[in-house]
């Protein structure tokens, strides 16, 4: 229940609202310009913010600690490379709308692309769950994810694009996985840790990814940064491997 739980609120849901959000943000910016998205989007915030004060949270009993474990490094090491490998901030968007032309459209193709991935997440991760292996389902991810990268090299047509989002989405499906095993892998005293250690091992890999995207995107250099990012992600592999056999 705690695995379907963190896959809903984490992807899923995001997912659904990324239908459409991107067309609408496209519609936006087309029309009215990037301030008056921005606005939407502060305003947005607020909303969602007043809303979470009505949430009633039950108190952490637990004080900060870090699992002092090899699985701990494992899966520290693993969401470093996640975050270095997240194209969606900047590369990937800019992609799209050189294939796109226009924002509009930019925005549509991505919404379409939504619908497919949120499709194969419900399905994947239900079975994941069932089948109990998430490690493995993890490996299938990252090995989708890096063709993803490597065939998106040479996506040149929106229908290409959309296409290829399938097996991205696929790919996210499985990689949910480890965060369901990022979970299961340690006791409760841990829990409200492991996720804030988490969030910092992808923040670390992000800041990590700022060097390729200097040195690529900044000349347009896509194929060049989409190979690095496949390339730097099999290394997931042996860390999945090596985590499941640790438990």
């Excluded at 294939?99 to 925005?107: A, Q």
């Excluded at 990268?149 to 996210?172: M, P, W």
């Excluded at 995107?217 to 496949?230: H, M, N, P, Q």
Aim: charged content about 10%.
């Amino acid at each position: 229940m705690r695995a379907r739980t963190i896959s809903l609120f984490s992807l899923v849901i995001p997912t659904l609202t990324s239908i459409a959000g991107p067309a609408v943000g496209g519609f936006t910016i087309e029309n009215f310009g990037f301030q008056k998205l921005f606005v939407t989007a502060v305003i947005l915030y607020v909303i969602a913010f007043l809303l979470s004060l009505r949430i009633r949270f039950q108190p952490e009993a637990h004080k900060f600690s870090i699992p002092k474990n090899r699985t701990f490094i494992i899966f520290f090491l693993t969401f470093i490379i996640l975050g270095f490998s997240e194209a969606y901030w900047l590369a990937y968007p800019l992609l799209v709308l050189g294939v796109s032309v226009t924002v509009l459209n930019m925005g549509v193709i991505l919404a379409l692309s939504a619908i497919l991935i949120s499709i194969a997440t419900f399905l994947v991760n239900w079975l994941s769950d069932i089948k109990k292996t998430r490690a493995h389902f993890a490996i299938i991810g990252t090995m989708l994810n890096a063709t993803w990268f490597f065939t998106l090299t040479f996506a040149s047509k929106t229908y290409e694009i959309v296409g290829l989002s399938l097996l991205t989405g696929l790919a996210n499906a499985f990689n949910i996985s480890w965060f369901a095993h990022y979970g299961d892998s340690f006791g409760k005293e841990h829990y409200a840790s492991i996720l804030v250690l988490m969030e910092v091992g992808l923040m670390i890999g992000r800041i990590v990814n700022l060097a390729p995207t200097y040195v690529f995107i900044t000349s347009a250099d896509y194929a060049s940064y989409f190979r690095l990012s496949g390339v730097i992600l099999l290394f997931m592999i042996p860390l999945c491997v090596a985590s499941e056999r640790k438990r």
